[in-house]
């Protein structure tokens, strides 16, 4: 799994700009934290909703990628349960069901209090491609 945690570290350049961290992959789920910082939050004085769909698509897009397939999202709906108003947001992405061409995920970001914050849920199609360059999926 290391190979695909330094994939997505060196490789999600948005991720990056966005602050977000991967903490842990391993087939089928993903997670990943993001510390509030002033350029996260909107008018409201809340995190942007934005923000936090970006968290939860990057948790999304590194389990659902995690047996090696490229998989590309093809629904993401997402519910916003309570405001994030500081702190460090956590992203958990668990596959809920899956085959050889669909995955289904549900994602969860949680506060560091662990309040709820938000649920998402993604369908992905996996291609018959590799993830990785032939020399790293060897590897």
């Known amino acids: 799994m290391q ?3 330094d994939f997505f570290r060196a490789n999600d350049h948005f991720a990056r700009h966005c ?7 391993k087939p089928g789920y993903a997670r990943a934290s993001m510390v509030l910082q002033p350029f996260h939050f909107n008018g409201a004085q809340t995190a942007h909703g934005g923000a936090i769909f970006t968290l939860a698509d990057f ?3 590194v389990a659902v990628n995690s047996r090696g397939k490229l998989a590309l999202a093809t629904t993401t709906p997402m519910a916003f349960v309570n405001p994030a108003v500081a702190g460090t947001l956590f992203a958990v992405a668990e596959e809920l069901a899956g085959n050889r061409r669909l995955g289904t ?12 914050i938000a649920q998402f849920q993604g ?14 999926a060897a590897g």
């Open 19 to 25: 602050g977000i961290e991967l903490l842990e992959v």
């Open 105 to 116: 995920y549900q994602v969860s970001i949680r506060d560091d209090k662990d309040q709820l």
């Open 59 to 61: 948790a999304f897009a």
């Open 123 to 136: 369908t992905a199609y996996r291609k018959n491609t590799s993830l990785l360059p032939p020399a790293e």
């Open 3 to 5: 190979k695909y945690l």
